[in-house]
Structures are given as C-alpha cells and as structure tokens.
C-alpha cells in the first residue's frame, strides 16, 4: 500500500512522548518531512536525534501561543517552502471532580486542548489555502464522546474538538483541506503501565477487544487520514478504541 507522503511537511505538536512520538516516528518511516513541536525541548532533542535524519526540526512552542506559533511555521515554509500536515496532539489532564475544580483547572484544559487547536488551524490553514491543498488531524478521546466522572473539563475539550473539526470540514472543503479527529480509547503508555493490576483488569473488561490499544495503532491510522488514501474523508471522527464506544 502506497501512502504517497514521501516529502511532505508534517507538524506534529505534543511531539516530545507518548502517542505524538510515535506519529513522529511513522510519518518519518513513510517518507514525510516532520516538524515536532512541545513545551520541553530537551526532551525533543532526544527524539531529533535518535531519529537521526535531516527530515526532522524541532522547535519548543507553547500552542496556546498563536503568535509563537506562526513564528515556527514562517521559519518552516522558509525552510522547506511547504506546509501540507497538521496533526494536533498535545493536550493536558487536570482531572478533579466539579466541586473541587477551580477556574484555571478548567481554562488551563481548554486553553490548551481546544483552544490550542484554534491557534494551529488558523496558522496552517493560511498556507493550506493558497496551495490548495491540506490534511489536518486532531486526536480527540472517548472521554469527548461517554464522558467521565472528574474529566469535565477534558471531556469538554475534547467534545468542542469534534465540533470545531466538522465546521471547518464544511468551510475547508472547497479548498481541498481535509480535516478528521482521531478518538483513542485506552492507550498503553507509560501513564497507564503505573495502574493497579486490578484496575487495568476492570478497564479491559469493558473492551471488546480486551486490551489497550498501542500508539502504533493511532500513528498508522493518522498515516491514512493524511495520505491519498483517505481523499473523501472529511469532517469525521475515527475511533480507534477495541470497541469500547459501542457497548
Ligand atoms: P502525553 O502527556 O504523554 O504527551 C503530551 C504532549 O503534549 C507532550 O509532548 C507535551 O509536552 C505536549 N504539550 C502539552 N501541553 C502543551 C502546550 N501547551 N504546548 C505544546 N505542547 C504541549 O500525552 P499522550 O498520552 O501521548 O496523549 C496525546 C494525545 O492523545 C492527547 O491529546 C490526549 O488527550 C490524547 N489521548 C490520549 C490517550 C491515552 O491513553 N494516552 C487516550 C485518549 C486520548
């Protein structure tokens, strides 16, 4: 299966760990150009170079910066004169229950969940527009969907993400941007490896498949969402959660 993304330049942000390393990872794998972006440079530094390629850049960026954003992306196109993805990954937890839940608990989330995303699309979307062509990925969750108790704040996020991707899949269409959300489930990651044996037990018994998912099963569905294959898919939401949205 050819995915035809050899060349193109990809914007990953939450780029440092986790589910976004390793979108990092795959888009690299199939040829893209990538530019990774999170809080801690540091720690992207250790991703640039234990991927040891001229095809990644990394640059630390807070997203709820629009501004420090559209900086990044000027020196991007100046660079490598092209900006053809953008994946939206970075995203915080502030989980308290709503009697305990003060003001920045909740801004915090939103700032930077749903309003980071904002800040990204209006950056990219200048670009993708004069060329005609874009794919965006914003990596939701369940939680956006089911909801959970102490994630009000996330689970709102997350739900404003989906609407905020179907406006802009009607508004974007004509330009020939395609923009879709990936909605993990439970993820293995180092996060979810710390849990009580029983707990894990629990949560994989409310799941179809019966395990948690791995990042890799996120990155290649991003790699299809943003590659040919997936030309007539706008504006939806993928699951990619072993089924446990369907009980
Ligand atoms: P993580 O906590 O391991 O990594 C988050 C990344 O986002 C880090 O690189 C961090 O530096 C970056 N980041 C946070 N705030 C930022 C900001 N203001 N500006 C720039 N970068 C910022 O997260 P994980 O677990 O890999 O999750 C990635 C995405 O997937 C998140 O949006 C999360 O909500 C979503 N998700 C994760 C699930 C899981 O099981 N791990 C399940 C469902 C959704």
């Known amino acids: 299966m050819n995915l035809n993304i050899k060349d193109k330049?990809?914007?990953?942000?939450g780029a440092s760990r986790g589910i976004g390393k390793a979108i990092v990872y795959k888009l690299v794998s199939y040829g893209c150009k990538v530019v990774l972006i999170s809080r801690n440079l540091d720690d992207l530094k250790k991703v640039e170079k234990d991927l040891n390629t001229e095809k990644v850049m990394c640059f630390q960026c807070d997203i709820t910066n629009q501004q420090e954003f559209k900086v990044i992306v000027s020196k991007v196109v100046d660079l490598w004169g092209s900006l053809d993805i953008l994946i939206n990954n970075a995203g915080i937890t502030?989980?308290?229950l709503l009697l305990r839940m003060n003001e920045s608990d909740w801004v915090d989330v939103i700032d930077v969940n749903l309003k980071g995303c904002y800040n990204t699309i209006k950056v990219v979307s200048n670009q993708m527009i004069r060329k005609k062509q874009g794919k965006i990925v914003n990596i939701t969750s369940v939680i956006g969907q089911?909801?959970?108790s102490g994630q009000a704040n996330?689970?709102?996020?997350k739900s404003g993400i989906e609407g905020l991707t179907r406006s802009l899949?009607?508004?974007f269409g004509s330009r020939n941007i395609n923009?879709?959300?990936i909605a993990p489930?439970?993820?293995e990651t180092d996060m979810t490896k710390n849990l009580d044996k029983k707990v894990i037990q629990d949560m994989k018994n409310n799941i179809p498949l019966n395990k948690f998912g791995l990042t890799s099963d996120i990155?290649?569905?991003?790699?299809?969402l943003v590659s040919d294959l997936s030309s007539f898919i706008t504006g939806q939401v993928i699951n990619v959660d072993g089924g446990m949205t369907i009980k």
């Open 219 to 224: 990155s290649e569905v991003v790699c299809f």
């Open 179 to 181: 923009i879709n959300c």
């Open 185 to 187: 489930g439970y993820i």
């Open 169 to 171: 899949a009607v508004e």
């Open 9 to 13: 330049v990809a914007i990953v942000t």
């Open 154 to 157: 996330y689970a709102a996020s």
């Open 94 to 96: 502030k989980d308290k």
């Open 146 to 148: 089911i909801g959970n």
